[in-house]
């Protein structure tokens, strides 16, 4: 069955539902990574990490949902949570895309935007976009942790992030809507582990900025060096 085409007698609906059935289930077999993943965004966040995201079109809507729930929240009133979405800077977007071309709009940004140990996290339903794949490179020469959804595995944007998760169906739509699951479960687990990451935190010291400048009281009892000399007599 071609995907997408309803078969003789059902309706786009069952269709669509059929699909998306059969690439669900093997989503179950995701939990423990999904988990892994919440645990380890919560840790980096809470040390004061980013999480930068990024995708092309529906994937580009689904990465900005999910910057959405981490910057607001998911569930429960919790702190803000650092998260970017690359294509939502559309001004920055337009300037890279014409001045460097648009395989560079993401990678780019990776680049301005990432710190060691911060984390990429590319959406792709056919993990082949050259935009994304330039991203992933800039993420490993800036020391960003790589994960990927994408569609079927083996592609190439799976191959070249850490780790990625990939939705076995030849639907591209369908592709998208599980990404979307995974998404919410991976910010649910991502609170979960929030208040341990908190916990594990040093106590915040008083914020420093580049140049300090200390201000003291005058000592009256002491002539001031710097002031001018006097004529002497009376004033």
């Not at 995708?55 to 999910?66: C, F, K, T």
Request: proline share 7%.
């Amino acid at each position: 069955m071609t995907a997408g085409t309803p078969a003789a007698g059902a309706t786009v609906l069952e269709d669509h539902l059929s699909l998306l059935a059969a690439a669900l289930l093997p989503l179950r077999e995701a939990e423990q990574m999904l988990a892994r993943w919440g645990a380890e965004l919560a840790q980096r966040l809470a040390a004061g990490g980013r999480l930068l995201v990024a995708g092309n079109g529906g994937s580009a809507a689904e990465a900005q949902h999910l910057t959405a729930e981490l910057v607001g929240k998911l569930r429960h009133d919790r702190q803000p949570l650092s998260a970017i979405a690359l294509h939502a800077e559309t001004s920055a977007l337009s300037a890279i895309a014409n001045d460097y071309g648009y395989d560079e709009t993401f990678a780019r940004q990776v680049r301005a935007h990432g710190r060691p140990h911060d984390i990429l996290l590319l959406l792709s339903t056919s993990g082949t976009s050259t935009n994304l794949l330039t991203a992933a490179h800039a993420a490993h020469q800036t020391g960003l942790r790589c994960w990927a959804f994408t569609g079927p595995a083996p592609n190439p944007l799976a191959d070249l992030c850490h780790e990625h998760l990939a939705i076995d169906s030849p639907d591209g739509q369908v592709v998208q809507e599980l990404h979307l699951v995974a998404s919410h479960v991976l910010c649910e687990y991502v609170e979960l582990a929030l208040p341990a990451a908190l916990a594990a935190q040093p106590a915040a010291g008083p914020v420093r900025a580049g140049v300090e400048v200390v201000l003291t009281e005058p000592d009256l009892t002491e002539p001031d060096p710097t002031a001018p000399a006097g004529r002497g007599g009376p004033a």
